[in-house]
């Protein structure tokens, strides 16, 4: 056994436990603040999938506004998807109703689809020409190959919520 005293010959004091708190009694009232959690870099929003011949009827029936609606949404979803993509959706949905800058809009979009999946690592490309001919030549359903063509990407990620970081 070792003495309690030091070299000096003084009694060293002993050790008190430090006082023991009270843990706090958790309140029911309220619920906790959640706050979002801060997405790293590299991480994906995904966007959502649509049923593309939806959107072409939704299109047709609407007289075209559902189809400016889609067109605004696809366009910040594949800006939101990878962020090297610079498109201002408003300024691509007001192209549209500009004769041959709605062409070039349109032609422009399917170049970001094709990014966006390039991005994802998908095997699929987008092909411009191929939507702009069934855009103006096939009744508008260049919209129907655009949207399958993003929902491909989407499918890679499993088909989260929209919005969804992965």
């Given at each position: ?65 559902y189809y400016l609606y889609w067109y605004y949404k696809i366009n910040s979803e594949v800006r939101d998807y990878d962020k090297s993509i610079e498109v201002d959706p408003a300024i691509a949905t007001v192209a549209q109703f500009i004769p041959i800058a709605s062409l070039i809009s349109f032609w422009n979009c ?57």
């Amino acid at each position: 056994m070792s003495d309690p005293t030091n070299a000096d010959g003084v009694p060293e004091p002993e050790a008190t436990p430090p006082p023991v708190t009270p843990a706090p009694t958790p309140d029911f009232s309220a619920p906790p603040a959640v706050t979002p959690p801060i997405a790293p870099l590299g991480v994906r929003t995904v966007g959502k999938t649509r049923n593309p011949w939806g959107v072409w009827g939704l299109s047709i029936i609407t007289l075209g506004i559902y189809y400016l609606y889609w067109y605004y949404k696809i366009n910040s979803e594949v800006r939101d998807y990878d962020k090297s993509i610079e498109v201002d959706p408003a300024i691509a949905t007001v192209a549209q109703f500009i004769p041959i800058a709605s062409l070039i809009s349109f032609w422009n979009c399917g170049g970001r689809i094709n990014r966006t999946q390039q991005t994802a690592g998908s095997s699929e490309r987008c092909s411009q020409l191929a939507g702009l001919l069934l855009m103006v030549f096939v009744l508008g359903t260049g919209i129907v190959y655009y949207q399958s063509q993003l929902n491909k990407v989407w499918d890679l990620h499993g088909n989260p919520e929209p919005g969804t970081a992965v």
